[in-house]
């Protein structure tokens, strides 16, 4: 409006000659009102914490040869003071900074405007306030006493500048007795009250507490300790995998026994005795029979001699620290021994046989290798019958019973045990209505830890 003024006032001066010196459009063009956009401020709002804080406002202009910045403190009715401001040209638009340190001191409602060339304008507020201070209270760990593992209830309530603070994140933390440092267990979010509440695993005693972090608006704080005091309960233990085998079982022969024993986590429990039990069928009372210790890896392994048919299973007293328990039960069939052979029968060989792989380590697979054989007239075929295997710990006399398979039709035998001791194998075949029974050649193996 102003730039069209003093264009009439030229027109006027010259006389009737003025309408020769009309503008051209380039003209017109150039003396266009200038114009300005709207002022950034950052940050805003303007929260002072304990240092000074340097706000930033920033504003363009095109057609301007020149532009002036003015901020009003609150209360100043009326008095704008200038600013410097810095331009920045870019083709036909020039950006405009201006900064301003505010102090806690400031805080309020202020009021800035920016001209441009004196005529085109704009003007607005912003607010500098002071960070809120912020308190973590009623914080409570509940219940004070609790046995390890056990929840508790961790809970309290966050207020900045004495009202609820919702919305915000809360991080629960603790310190185990005897240690300095606390440690992240979770985070939570006050609700809109304020409150915020947390269930943890207690697994020791020590302090609990709630940490706000602060945000842009307000400041960290932390809550008041409270203590927990944890007590050891005994940890569990159960066995697992017990298994009595090879059943059915002729009686007197022996039966091999077998599980893991573990402790609460679930973790293998070495060196503990466990017991083995048998309650015969049709009886309601269980009788210890034999027992074994556990090795490192909280393995079992005991041998029993099979006379009736029921029950096994395996039994832990329990320990310092540790309840006791038992497995669950395995059903054996205790069927009667064959009676030996009234008729003439051809005799037969057990052959080739080979334990391996040799050493072998404790509780890996050993592999059995032979072959039966049967006298048809003076010649030698592969023959199909039941052979069973014994073995004889190193330092014992005596062979027990590990387990039965078959010969195929070519007389081919192969089976597999897992080896716990050293000692010495062998094949038995006890024959049948056509043959008479023969024994294998023996094969020590030392089994290794």
């Known amino acids: 409006m102003l730039q069209r003024f003093r264009v009439a006032a030229v027109a006027l001066a010259v006389g009737a000659g003025a309408l020769a010196l009309t503008p051209t459009a380039s003209a017109v063009a150039e003396t266009a009102a200038p114009t300005i956009s709207k002022v950034d401020v950052s940050p805003s709002p303007v929260v002072i914490f304990d240092k000074p804080v340097k706000a930033t406002f920033t504003f363009t202009t095109k057609g301007a040869g020149k532009a002036e910045f003015q901020l009003k403190a609150p209360g100043d009715a009326g008095v704008f003071t200038p600013v410097e401001v810095k331009p920045s040209p870019h083709g036909q638009e020039t950006k405009w900074t201006a900064t301003k340190e505010f102090t806690a001191a400031s805080a309020g409602t202020w009021n800035f405007l920016a001209l441009a060339d004196g005529d085109a304008s704009t003007k607005g507020t912003f607010e500098v306030k002071k960070a809120l201070d912020t308190k973590v209270v009623e914080f409570d760990a509940n219940p004070d006493l609790v046995d390890k593992g056990d929840r508790l209830r961790v809970s309290g309530k966050l207020e900045a500048a004495g009202k609820a603070y919702g919305g915000q994140k809360v991080t629960i933390t603790f310190r ?10 979770t985070t939570v979010t006050t609700r809109r009250s304020g409150w915020f509440s947390a269930y943890v695993r207690a697994g020791a005693t020590g302090w609990w507490r709630a940490e706000f972090g602060g945000n842009s608006e307000a400041r960290a704080s932390v809550s008041d300790t409270d203590r927990v005091s944890v007590r050891w309960r005994d940890r569990e233990s ?15 022969e022996r039966l091999s026994l077998t599980g893991t024993l573990q402790v609460e986590g679930w973790r293998d429990l070495p060196g503990q005795r466990v017991s083995i039990m048998f309650k015969e069928h049709g009886s309601s009372h269980w009788r210890y029979v034999t027992s074994d210790v556990t090795d490192r890896h909280g393995r079992f392994w005991a041998r029993a001699t099979a006379h ?15 309840d006791g328990s038992a497995s669950g039960t395995d059903w054996v069939r205790v069927v009667e021994p064959t009676p030996p052979p009234e008729a003439e029968k051809a005799d037969t060989r057990l052959i080739s046989f080979n334990a391996y792989p ?5 509780g890996k697979y050993l592999r059995f290798r032979a072959k039966l054989q049967v006298d048809d007239e003076g010649d030698w075929d592969g023959y199909k019958g039941k052979v069973r295997l014994y073995f004889k710990p190193a330092g014992s006399s005596k062979y027990s019973y590990v387990k039965s398979t078959w010969a195929n039709s070519s007389g081919k035998i192969y089976t597999k045990v897992k080896a716990w001791k050293s000692g010495r194998w ?18 020590y193996v030392r ?3």
């Open 358 to 362: 040799e050493p072998v380590k404790r």
């Open 238 to 252: 159960r066995i697992t995998g017990f298994n009595a085998y090879h059943e059915p079982v002729t009686r007197g």
């Open 308 to 322: 009736d048919s029921g029950w096994w299973r395996a039994e832990f007293n329990g320990t310092r620290g540790v």
């Open 426 to 443: 062998k094949f038995v075949y006890a024959g049948d209505g056509d043959t008479y029974g023969d024994t294998s050649g023996t094969d």
């Open 176 to 185: 185990a007795r005897g240690t300095d440092a606390y440690r992240h267990i």
């Open 447 to 449: 089994v290794k830890r």
